[in-house]
């Protein structure tokens, strides 16, 4: 390091050199003479002096001064002052002193030389002031700092993160004391399970799959109990037990959930029943049968050795017969419940079909209404009540006789679009198949030529108007149709692909053979499948 001082000293001095070399004058350091190399001591009492206007440089080697050698009195503080950098670097020397205050403001010794408080945005000075950690210690004792996770500053973690732990190495050995709670995912090994679990509350086993309990023995408490139903109904569990004497009295669990004896147990045998016969007594053999009165059953005599006999089909409902015969025809099954007495029991029943023999026949659809469903003599089914017909206005006649199975001389107004139709009752309903309708009697003029069968199953009210408003669909049609040609003649007409219909009717769509609208209708019937 070159340093450069000026002395000015008011006593000659003489420099003793080391190692034996002669006193070196001061004319020798006179002017601007340099001692470069060695070490040199001012012997004691001796200045080192210069000339007024010169300087002494000592650029290499050590010079020791002597006790009071060089008093700071003696030196001349007005020169070789500290000089700043301009923009060609400066000059080593005394630095200028620090004014009052200048501690307080924060100021620095500039490099261009004088005292001054460093600009703004000079940067931080403490850890929180910085722009990448965070903004205050407050709450935080005791946490660590981290990288966050979007690896964009740093921040104050409670706790070190599970992921930054290390798990390859031995130091897996000190987490033996972590918590379950802290297991959040994942799936533990058989491994970490002992081979007998220790005893735990089975309150805590909530979703246990029944299925998986091979051994041992479910407690009862653990199971629900039945609940009896009290009108919303019950729930499945243990059923409680019977107290002592319960079978013995008969008593059986209730649906409501206690043991009961069953009030009015009813009978427990066929013949103690209300409307069977009181005994077996004499009557070996014998099969039962509904009594003539129809208030109960009866044994009668099958015939042929205990077993059934088949006659023939009886005619009439007085036809000859022996109590217990059988007969059946195409349609019916027939009883002989007492002499000379028999029941017809009709092979339709729901859902079946009235298949089309003849004209007039009585294997219609209105015919077996006419009979109460087979089980009485045919009377009238729209005077019964069993189906209820509804016409356009008519000029003669009326309805109950389109359905009484005689050739009279009924017929609507001379107005188009008469129709003539029947109701066959509520729940029931018939997919046609075939349809007749019958002219009337005592003429072979203004007899159907254009018609056509409709079914609906919603009408408003059984009148004109109602009929009339209803929605409609088309069955079958006939366009200038001549099968109707003598007087009381028949004819029959297929239908096909219809569906099931409570109301069915069936209008004049055009002029009779006499060029009228009058609609002259006598009888009509309808054959299908039924659900009666």
């Known amino acids: 390091m070159h340093i450069r001082r000026l002395l000015i000293l008011s006593l000659v001095c003489a420099l003793t050199p080391l190692s034996g070399q002669a006193p070196i004058k001061s004319a020798q350091l006179s002017g601007t003479s340099q001692i470069t190399s060695g070490t040199f001591t001012l012997q004691t009492g001796v200045v080192l002096t210069a000339a007024a206007g010169s300087t002494v440089n000592l650029s290499a080697g050590t010079l020791t001064l002597g006790t009071g050698q060089i008093g700071w009195t003696a030196v001349n503080k007005t020169g070789g002052a500290f000089t700043g950098d301009s923009g060609t670097g400066g000059v080593i020397g005394l630095v200028p002193a620090p004014a009052a205050g200048d501690a307080a403001a924060g100021k620095y010794l500039s490099a261009g030389g004088g005292w001054a408080a460093p600009a703004s945005g000079g940067g931080a000075t403490t850890f929180l002031g910085l722009t990448d950690t965070p903004d205050a210690y407050t709450g935080l004792g005791g946490r660590i700092v981290a990288v966050n996770t979007g690896a964009t500053a740093l921040e104050f973690l409670a706790t070190l993160p599970w992921a930054s732990v290390s798990k390859t190495g031995s130091s897996l050995a000190d987490l033996v004391t972590r918590t379950a709670t802290d297991l959040t995912s994942g799936t533990l090994p058989d491994a970490r399970f002992p081979a007998t679990l220790p005893a735990a509350s089975g309150t805590n086993l909530t979703s246990l799959n029944g299925t998986q309990v091979t ?13 009896g139903d009290s009108g919303a109904g019950g ?14 009295a008969g008593k059986y669990l209730r649906a409501g959930g206690t043991w009961v004896a069953p009030a009015g147990g009813g009978a427990s045998t066929f013949l103690g029943l209300t409307d069977t016969p009181d005994a077996y007594t004499g009557q070996g053999g014998k099969v039962l049968a509904v009594k003539a009165d129809v208030t109960g059953i009866e044994f009668i005599t099958g015939g042929g050795g205990g077993g059934v006999t088949y006659v023939t089909a009886p005619t009439s409902g007085t036809a000859s017969g022996t109590a217990g015969a059988l007969a059946f025809d195409t349609n019916n099954l027939y009883l002989c419940i007492a002499t000379n007495t028999w029941r017809r029991i009709p092979l339709l029943l729901v859902g079946g079909a009235f298949n089309f023999v003849s004209d007039g026949d ?20 729209h005077t019964s009540g069993q189906v209820t017909v509804v016409t356009s206005a008519l000029s003669s006649g009326s309805a109950l006789m389109f359905v009484d199975r005689v050739a009279n001389n009924s017929f609507t107004t001379n107005v188009a679009n008469s129709f003539i139709g029947v109701d066959l009752g509520v729940g029931r309903t018939l997919a046609p198949t075939k349809y007749s309708i019958r002219n009337r009697s005592g003429g072979a003029d203004n007899m159907p030529r254009n018609f056509k069968l409709q079914g609906t199953n919603t009408v408003s009210a059984n009148t004109e108007a109602g009929w009339n408003a209803a929605s409609w669909a088309d069955l079958a049609s006939e366009t200038a149709n001549a099968t109707i040609n003598a007087d009381s003649a028949w004819g029959t007409f297929n239908v096909t692909g219809a569906a099931s219909y409570r109301y069915l009717r069936v209008i004049q769509t055009g002029a009779n053979s006499s060029g009228s609208n009058l609609f002259i209708v006598s009888e009509m019937e309808f054959y299908g499948t039924a659900s009666f």
């Open 362 to 381: 009585a294997n219609g659809a209105l015919y077996f209404l006419g009979t109460s469903l087979g089980t009485t003599s045919w009377t009238n089914p």
């Open 215 to 227: 051994s041992g023995t479910v407690a009862a408490a653990r199971l629900p109990v039945m609940v």
């Open 235 to 248: 729930t499945a569990g243990l059923v409680p037990a019977p107290a002592a004497g319960d079978a013995a």
